[in-house]
């Protein structure tokens, strides 16, 4: 914000604003304490635990836009019944417009293409305004930031997906004819944050597949490393759609992260 590094706004998804032009490169490493699904039968925390790694690279970058392609890892564990290590390889991009210094929009997708036939975290599509609002007038003000907007698939999951359904790919995880189908359902998704400094950030933010409230944190401001940590699922089966997903029912608090640094 006017030259000045933040911490991350939201977790699950990404904000609108266009990619800083001192980086060209970006990495995330995304982990997760359960997956819903996972029962751990006594096995210990990681034999339900995962996590994901993607890569980003913006050939495009300008004072107000830019254009970023991804790599993504689905699965980064071979915990049972889940995706086997280094499976689940995806493609995906972000555009981006800042349309002033405080108001952005996007529109791009996670996990566009699959590239093996073990994927299912959905075709990720999105479309999304933020806004950022400092607090005062003095250089490093505290920020609200708020990001609004419609997601597809994952962020369409169960009940979210109120909005006419899209032709999204196949392996939609929302299809009718999963996981054949090519049919995907839309939802809303939106996050809040509070920066009280360029070091702290709090958040919240409604993903589709569930709520998660949590922090970011820049340890070094100079630095572009950050990290975040949420909770989801602490409402127990709330949504009422999310208590199909959960084994063993009702659904238990769940920790999700990602770790970032730009270069």
């Not at 994901?52 to 699965?75: A, C, H, I, K, M």
């Amino acid at each position: 914000m006017n030259g000045l590094p933040y911490p991350d706004v939201s977790n699950q998804f990404p904000n609108a604003f266009a990619q800083d032009t001192k980086y060209r490169f970006g990495v995330a490493l995304q982990g997760v304490s359960k997956t819903r699904p996972c029962d751990s039968n006594g096995r210990g925390f990681l034999s339900c635990s995962d996590g994901e790694f993607y890569l980003d690279f913006y050939p495009l970058r300008g004072e107000n836009y830019s254009l970023g392609l991804e790599w993504g890892v689905q699965s980064l564990s071979s915990r049972g019944g889940g995706t086997g290590v280094l499976q689940g390889q995806n493609l995906g991009f972000k555009l981006a417009w800042n349309i002033d210094n405080l108001t952005a929009i996007s529109f791009g997708a996670e996990h566009a293409i699959f590239l093996d036939n073990s994927f299912d975290l959905g075709h990720n599509y999105y479309l999304l305004i933020s806004r950022a609002q400092p607090l005062n007038a003095s250089p490093g003000a505290p920020l609200f930031i708020g990001t609004f907007g419609l997601g597809s698939d994952y962020y369409g999951w169960r009940g979210n997906g109120v909005i006419r359904p899209l032709t999204c790919g196949t392996q939609s995880v929302t299809s009718t004819n999963y996981p054949k189908g090519s049919d995907c359902k839309v939802g809303f998704i939106g996050s809040a944050a509070l920066a009280f400094n360029q070091r702290v950030t709090l958040g919240i933010e409604w993903y589709g597949y569930g709520l998660g409230v949590g922090a970011s944190f820049k340890p070094w401001v100079s630095i572009p490393l950050n990290l975040s940590l949420y909770l989801t699922d602490f409402l127990g089966d709330f949504p009422a759609y999310i208590s199909e997903d959960c084994s063993p029912s009702p659904c238990k608090p769940r920790l999700y992260g990602r770790i970032g640094y730009s270069f």
